[in-house]
T-cell receptor, first 116, second 111 residues
């Protein structure tokens, strides 16, 4: 079956702009998580959605937001971009129902954002 | 809060050498532990996991044992191959459906 699809794969923005990234999970997966990956900070959790509800949020400013649609596809938005937002943004999907599968995430290849 | 510490590397080994990548964690309760791998140009993939103390996760010749007494989950492989060159991430799942990742260890295996 198809994997996690993220679009766009690469994008360049300037400071102050906003950006929207999209993620299509594996069919049947209802949980979508977002992570920011940078050389300095590594992988940091942004937020997780399940059935259109945000269940958990990481320690990021309010400029970072997300949502999930009824078909489980998810978007994340970053407003008023800063240079430090340059990163690889990874989306991951999972069944999300807890139990023994908790933590078993399927990642997309990421969206690489460069802020100039 | 939860955290994961792993050796950052890079680690360079010759083919068929023994690999150990150290990982220790800090967490409340009994989190599940994971190793994820990121091959060049690809997304992260789950390599193996362990859900309780003394569990051993294994996959593709890699092994890691959940050691509660030392709060460790070291990754080992007896004989690495060039195709194992990648970045390896140790992670834990506490509560709330979020994973805490270590900073990753880059492994380069030379022929």
């Amino acid at each position: 079956k198809a994997g996690v699809t993220q679009t766009p794969r690469y994008l360049i923005k300037t400071r102050g702009q906003q950006v929207t990234l999209s993620c299509s999970p594996i069919s049947g997966h209802r949980s979508v998580s977002w992570y920011q990956q940078t050389p300095g900070q590594g992988l940091q959790f942004l937020f997780e959605y399940f059935s259109e509800t945000q269940r958990n949020k990481g320690n990021f400013p309010g400029r970072f937001s997300g949502r999930q649609f009824s078909n489980s596809r998810s978007e994340m938005n970053v407003s008023t971009l800063e240079l430090g937002d340059s990163a690889l943004y990874l989306c991951a999907s999972s069944l999300g129902t807890g139990g023994r599968d908790t933590g078993e995430l399927f990642f997309g290849e990421g969206s690489r954002l460069t802020v100039l | 809060g939860n955290s994961v510490t792993q050796m950052e590397g890079p680690v360079t080994l010759s083919e068929e050498a023994f690999l150990t990548i150290n990982c220790t964690y800090t967490a409340t309760g009994y989190p599940s532990l994971f190793w994820y791998v990121q091959y060049p140009g690809e997304g992260l993939q789950l390599l193996l996991k362990a859900t309780k103390a003394d569990d051993k996760g294994s996959n593709k010749g890699f092994e890691a044992t959940y050691r509660k007494e030392t709060t460790s989950f070291h990754l080992e492989k007896g004989s690495v191959q060039v195709s194992d060159s990648a970045v390896y991430f140790c992670a834990l799942a506490g509560s709330g459906y979020a994973l805490n990742f270590g900073k990753g260890t880059s492994l380069l295996v030379t022929p």
